[in-house]
């Protein structure tokens, strides 16, 4: 199962071999960071520009404690110019875990005999959505194995499937897919069905390291899957999520890679991946850890630093697998999406479950088992304003880069309000009494700071609208 570059039609210049392991080790070893440059780094990375893979080397070698608190300091000053306080929510939703791959490191794979397997059908796909529209919420991202059965036809009438599903006030307004490569042909067809962004990890950078953890199966073929997201732009696909699984190999070996991997998509499509994931390894049912490059909590704080300041314009992904405690610290530090009331058993939304997670029937452990309320009640009192908005995508504003980044005033013209409506939305529907009172009061203090008395008093008109009923009101 040899990948032939030519049966893609990959474009050349995507084809050139961006990720040239010897280039990032040698930026990594002859990185000497000295406060000065350090310092330089994160005034270059303040002023939005994204850093060269250089640059992010001499972040990654900062290990002295005073650097890495002033690296710590750029991102959360950046996270606050770039996104405001937003935090962005989302759901995961589990369709189905039959696997051909065998990758070491999850219990889905195809070597994990005790797995119990399960695709769910469309009565039980339109339950999950309605029990997460019942929870509030309107963005989901749907994760498949890799399987003949989860072709490219599939995954978009699943996508059409979720669309359809209204309960009450409840829709889903942006989906998402984390799934298995495609070919060009499948990601047309899956942008037809309307998706949002197409996330392929890839794991690990390293060609070795990945031959180790991805024993057989397609995924097994690095260069395939490192072309995935080259695929979708030319299918169509403009908003793509890369990511590596940290804890496979050295962490600043991976940050370098993805920021190369950024570099590659301004440099071809002139446009860099919609988000960056940083997954960190967890406890899976039969999985085959390697301790060797386990990923502390205080590295995970500086990967994600450092990404943000590497990659300025790019939404960055915070999930369950981490511990409410970390999640609450790391935050701060350029996250800008999260999920919450995540279930990933199959069914599990609809169905009232075993608390107790049973790691054969699902990918891994997750570490945060609050509610959606739960998150919503803390990122309003530690002062964030959580958003369900989904505007740009459905207004077309995606791909041509980071609107939000670029166009001067844009999140007080558009993030802040839709924030502020869709927030709004979630009180009048979802929320018990004590988090109503909390959101609203965000809702003011936030409406406050727009500064522009026309968009103000616009807001103060959209949010009486949706007291009176109304609902999917954005800028
Ligand atoms: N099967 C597809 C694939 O592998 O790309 C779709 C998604 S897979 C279900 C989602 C992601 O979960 C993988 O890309 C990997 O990064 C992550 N993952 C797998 N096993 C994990 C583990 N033990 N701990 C944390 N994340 C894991
Ligand atoms: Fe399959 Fe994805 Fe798990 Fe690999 S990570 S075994 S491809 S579900």
């Known amino acids: 199962m040899k990948f032939k570059p030519e049966k893609y039609k990959i474009p050349d210049e995507a084809m050139q071999p961006f990720i040239d392991?010897?280039?990032?080790?040698?930026?990594?070893?002859?990185?000497?960071?000295?406060?000065?440059?350090?310092?330089?780094?994160?005034?270059?990375?303040?002023?939005?520009?994204?850093?060269?893979?250089?640059?992010?080397?001499?972040?990654?070698n900062a290990s002295?404690?005073?650097?890495?608190?002033?690296?710590?300091?750029?991102?959360?000053?950046?996270?606050?110019?770039?996104?405001?306080?937003?935090?962005?929510?989302?759901?995961?939703?589990?369709?189905?875990?039959?696997?051909?791959?065998?990758?070491?490191?999850?219990?889905?794979?195809?070597?994990?005999?005790?797995?119990?397997?399960?695709?769910?059908?469309?009565?039980?796909?339109?339950?999950?959505?309605?029990?997460?529209?019942?929870n509030g919420q309107k963005r989901l991202i749907l994760v498949f194995g890799e399987h003949p059965i989860y072709n490219a036809k599939y995954i978009a009438?699943?996508?059409?499937?979720?669309?359809?599903?209204?309960?009450?006030?409840?829709?889903?307004?942006?989906?998402?897919?984390?799934?298995?490569?495609?070919?060009?042909?499948?990601?047309?067809?899956?942008?037809?069905?309307?998706?949002g962004t197409y996330q392929v990890f890839q794991e690990t950078y390293h060609p070795e390291r990945y031959q180790r953890f991805h024993i057989s199966g397609q995924k097994s073929d690095y260069n395939y899957r490192l072309t995935a997201l080259d695929r979708a732009q030319e299918g169509g696909v403009d908003d793509v999520g890369i990511g590596a699984l940290f804890g496979l190999y050295?962490?600043?070996?991976?940050?370098?890679?993805?920021?190369?991997?950024?570099?590659?998509?301004?440099?071809?499509?002139?446009?860099?991946?919609?988000?960056?994931?940083?997954?960190?390894?967890?406890?899976?049912?039969?999985?085959?850890?390697?301790?060797?490059?386990?990923?502390?909590?205080?590295?995970?704080?500086?990967l994600i630093a450092i990404l943000r300041l590497a990659v300025p314009y790019t939404g960055m992904i915070l999930t369950a697998r981490e511990t409410p405690a970390v999640r609450t610290t790391v935050m701060q530090f350029g996250v800008s999406q999260i999920d919450g009331g995540t279930k990933i058993e199959l069914g599990a939304y609809a169905n009232i479950l075993n608390e107790q997670q049973n790691l054969n029937k699902e990918q891994f452990r997750i570490n945060d088992a609050r509610s959606l309320n739960e998150i919503i009640d803390e990122l309003l009192e530690m002062g964030y304003l959580p958003s369900f908005c989904t505007a740009c995508y459905r207004l077309g504003r995606t791909g041509e880069h980071f609107m939000e980044f670029s166009v001067p005033g844009f999140i007080k013209r558009y993030c802040t309000p839709n924030a502020i409506l869709t927030l709004a939305e979630y009180l009048m529907d979802y929320a018990p009494e004590s988090t109503a009172k909390k959101g609203w009061q965000a809702i003011g203090e936030n409406l406050n700071q727009l500064e522009n008395p026309k968009i103000i008093a616009e807001m103060r008109k959209r949010l009486d609208k949706i007291k009176n009923g109304e609902r999917d009101l954005y800028f």
């Open 21 to 60: 392991v010897q280039e990032i080790e040698e930026s990594l070893e002859k990185a000497r960071p000295d406060a000065a440059a350090v310092r330089d780094v994160i005034a270059k990375s303040l002023s939005k520009e994204r850093l060269n893979m250089k640059e992010t080397a001499l972040l990654c």
């Open 64 to 134: 002295e404690p005073e650097l890495v608190e002033e690296i710590l300091d750029g991102a959360r000053c950046l996270k606050e110019l770039v996104y405001g306080n937003r935090i962005v929510l989302f759901a995961p939703l589990y369709v189905g875990n039959f696997c051909t791959n065998n990758c070491a490191y999850c219990g889905f794979r195809v070597e994990n005999r005790e797995a119990e397997r399960k695709t769910l059908n469309k009565a039980e796909l339109i339950k999950e959505v309605e029990a997460l529209e019942d």
């Open 157 to 195: 009438d699943t996508v059409r499937t979720v669309y359809s599903v209204k309960k009450g006030n409840g829709e889903i307004r942006r989906v998402n897919i984390n799934a298995a490569p495609l070919e060009i042909e499948g990601f047309r067809t899956v942008k037809e069905a309307g998706i």
């Open 250 to 302: 050295d962490w600043r070996f991976e940050v370098l890679s993805l920021v190369r991997h950024t570099n590659h998509f301004e440099a071809v499509y002139n446009v860099g991946p919609h988000t960056i994931s940083f997954p960190r390894l967890q406890e899976a049912a039969s999985a085959l850890i390697d301790p060797a490059h386990i990923v502390s909590d205080d590295e995970f704080v500086r």
